[in-house]
Every structure is written in C-alpha cells, then in structure tokens.
C-alpha cells in the first residue's frame, strides 16, 4: 500500500521550533521529489519547500532562512524543521510525493498552530 505517514506539530509559542516527519511506504522513495505544502484557513494550499532526488532544496521566500527540508533515503522519510516561527506560519501541513509519470502522493497533513 502506498502511502505518506506524517508526525509531528502542534502548538508552539512564536519564536519557537518544531519537526515534522513524514514516512513513506509502497513506493521507491529516492525516485520522488519531496515536498511540504500548507494551507490556512480560508487559503490555497500553497508550497512551503520541496527537496529533489539529487538533495536540492528549494523553498517559498516566507520561509527562506527560517525551515530547513531534508531526506533520509535509507528511512524512506522527509523532515521540515522550521524555526523562528511566526504566527502566519499557522496552518496545516501537508507532506508531498511527485515523481514524472506518475500520481502525485499526499499525506494526512497535520494542524501547526504559532500562538502564544
């Protein structure tokens, strides 16, 4: 069964720091470009960063300096680590898989919430 497991969130004061994770099963992982994307109420989803096969990140100019995205091919698993968060930066987060050719994968996405 294919499929994107995530973890991690919840509430963190602003300024602070969290981790998500997200696991993926059924497929080849090292073939997929891996991405976080969220959505605030009342918003678009929209891309938070993504990291490709050969580890190039790239990532939305709000979070520039402040969320780092990275893979560990040998867990089949994708992180977020975001720091200094902003209370815009609340919303739900949704892990991504995309590879050419093929369905593009979501995960469960998980509530973020930056308030104090």
């Known amino acids: 069964q294919v499929q994107l497991v995530q973890s991690g969130g919840g509430l963190v004061q602003p300024g602070g720091s969290l981790r998500l994770s997200c696991a993926a099963s059924?497929?080849?992982?090292?073939?997929?470009?891996m991405g976080w994307y969220r959505q605030a109420p009342g918003k678009e989803r929209e891309l938070v960063a993504t990291i490709t096969r050969s580890i190039i990140p790239n990532y939305a100019d709000s979070v520039k300096g402040r969320f780092t995205i990275s893979r560990d091919n040998a867990k089949n698993t994708v992180y977020l680590q975001m720091n200094k968060m902003k209370p815009e930066d609340t919303a739900v987060y949704y892990c991504?898989?995309?590879?050419?050719?093929?369905?593009?994968?979501w995960g469960q996405g998980t509530q973020v919430t930056v308030s104090s």
């Open positions: 059924g497929l080849t992982f090292s073939l997929y470009v």
């Open positions: 991504n898989a995309e590879r050419a050719g093929w369905n593009t994968l």
